[in-house]
């Protein structure tokens, strides 16, 4: 009865770490001003940098796939796919 007590105890192990490290977080840790002001985030960009051209890629002929027909799936009553004698 014991060995069960482990396995049925570790989601809520995890859920109680989670909740301890989020109350951390929330009530211990400093709080930290964010490295940019939220407005500079907003504003769009007035220049866009002018890039070179890219080189053409080598134009190589695409190779055709060989034409293959596909063949029908054969048909199988299920009671002998699942091992089944038919009668």
Same mark, same amino acid.
């Given at each position: 009865?014991?060995?069960?007590?482990?396995?049925a105890s570790t989601p809520f192990v995890l859920l109680v770490t989670v909740l301890g490290l989020s109350w951390w977080e929330d009530r211990i840790l400093p709080r930290t001003e964010p490295a940019e002001p939220a407005e500079a985030l907003t504003k769009a960009p007035t220049e866009v940098p002018v890039q070179a051209p890219a080189e053409p890629l080598a134009e190589t002929p695409a190779q055709a796939l060989p034409e293959t027909p /596909?063949?029908?799936m054969p048909s199988v009553p299920?009671?002998? /796919?699942l091992g089944g004698r038919r009668g």
């Open positions: 009865m014991y060995a069960l007590i482990v396995p /596909l063949a029908p299920l009671p002998e /796919l």
